[in-house]
């Protein structure tokens, strides 16, 4: 089965530039990426960014702590909505720190 993810791209990177204009030092560890590649992204105008929609793989990856992803997808599948609140509480306060 083929996915064309090119939507989500575009605007997953729009998103992302908005998030490192407001401040790429501090966007820079929650992107995964280095403040220079966050203030290169910072300036990147939308109508460029369009482009990326020629890309039809996924362009995001679920990143960090595979124990993390685990037991959200878990909750999720079990319809555990406070294992699911919890863990996306822990995961608010991991980006916070």
Sequence with gaps: MKIDFSSVNVEYLIHVR???REDPEMAAPLLGMS???ASL???APADYLAKIAQ???PLIAARGD???WYRLFKALV???T???DAVLQAASLTVLS
Excluded: F, Y
């Design 55 to 57: 890309v039809k793989v």
């Design 35 to 37: 403040p220079e590649l």
């Design 41 to 43: 992204l910072a300036q």
């Design 78 to 80: 079990e319809g555990n």
């Design 82 to 84: 406070e294992e699911v």
């Design 66 to 68: 595979t124990v993390w």
């Design 18 to 20: 908005d998030i490192a």
